[in-house]
């Protein structure tokens, strides 16, 4: 079993910042594929960024240049850095980890941008 844990998400005006973190537990294999999805109201989940076992990240178009992804020294923590954000990042992030061809999740964590 994987667990996930997420914080970090609150209500931000437009320009703010934030940062998530999601922390791993469980059965974990070192240094797996972790990322960031966000979803909302009426729309498709859609991939935020993700960071693999020896470094590489992507993003999803519409945050590259604004969102970092990081993983932690703790090696199954990994963290969005989120800058100059707009109203339509408004979503729920979910934390994913990615081993031996499962997807798990976190519950969520709510990001609101004010415009």
């Known amino acids: 079993q994987v667990q996930l844990v997420e914080s970090g998400g609150g209500l931000v005006q437009t320009g703010g910042s934030l940062r998530l973190s999601c922390a791993a537990s469980?059965?974990?294999?070192?240094?797996?594929?972790m990322g960031w999805y966000r979803q909302a109201p009426g729309k498709q989940r859609e991939l935020v960024a993700r960071?693999?076992?020896?470094?590489?990240?992507n993003y999803g178009d519409s945050v590259k240049g604004r969102f970092t992804i990081s993983r932690e020294e703790a090696q199954n923590t990994v963290s969005l850095h989120m800058n100059n954000l707009k109203p339509e990042d408004t979503a729920v992030y979910y934390c994913?980890?990615?081993?031996?061809?499962?997807?798990?999740w976190g519950q969520g964590t709510q990001v609101t941008v004010s415009s």
């Open positions: 994913a980890l990615m081993q031996n061809g499962q997807d798990f």
């Open positions: 469980g059965s974990i294999f070192s240094r797996p594929a």
């Open positions: 960071i693999f076992r020896f470094g590489a990240t």
